[in-house]
């Protein structure tokens, strides 16, 4: 995935690295062969835990929504989120938690407001499903729907610094999103610290 190689390029090599929700392990996986990191996770799905462990990850079992209050400030020189933030009950408290226990963070999260997610809700009348969205209403993990610039407000309001923002999609949509990055990109990629 696209917005994977933007965040492969951020992290230091021989980093120490926590992944929150990190699935089937695939970052931590592609990280510790490419740059050399020292890599942790937290899944809470049963099946994504075994292939974490399959490809000798080192992964606890753990709900995000229970906080990050157990682990020590600065313990880690980036956290990474990928396409999680938006399924947290409270994720402007977990976004002030990973920057007390990382240095920096690394997030990734669906942009609601890109054109087709528009375009299917006003044609359809419905929640739209899509490539990038493939849940009904009724049974989706994204409680929260924002787009990048509802997340800009949200850091400004928590005092989060950005330090990089790319934002992705497909290869015809690349020039478009220079012009309107809210309408056109799928998905966005930021690079945070305190301020």
């Not at 402007?92 to 240095?103: A, F, P």
């Not at 969205?133 to 950005?162: A, G, M, S, V």
């Not at 949509?173 to 966005?188: C, D, I, K």
């Amino acid at each position: 995935m696209i917005d994977n190689q933007v965040l492969f390029s951020w992290i230091n090599d021989e980093s120490t690295v926590l992944d929150l929700g990190c699935g089937d392990g695939e970052i931590l996986k592609t990280l510790i062969n490419k740059n050399k990191i020292t890599g942790y996770g937290f899944e809470i799905d049963p099946h994504h835990i075994e292939k974490c462990i399959s490809k000798g990850i080192n992964v606890i079992e753990y709900d995000l929504n229970n906080g990050l209050q157990n682990i020590k400030s600065k313990s880690f020189d980036f956290i990474v989120m990928s396409q999680t933030l938006q399924t947290l009950n409270a994720p402007h408290t977990m976004l002030n938690e990973m920057l007390r226990i990382g240095e920096k963070c690394i997030v990734t999260f669906p942009n609601f407001g890109y054109w087709r997610t528009r375009f299917s809700l006003l044609i359809s009348g419905r929640m739209p499903v899509t490539k990038q969205l493939r849940y009904q209403w009724y049974d989706t993990p994204n409680i929260h729907l924002f787009t990048y610039k509802d997340f800009e407000l949200l850091c400004e309001e928590q005092n989060i610094n950005i330090l990089k923002k790319e934002f992705v999609g497909s290869s015809f949509s690349a020039p478009f999103r220079r012009l309107s990055a809210n309408l056109f990109a799928q998905t966005a990629v930021y690079l945070l610290s305190s301020k």
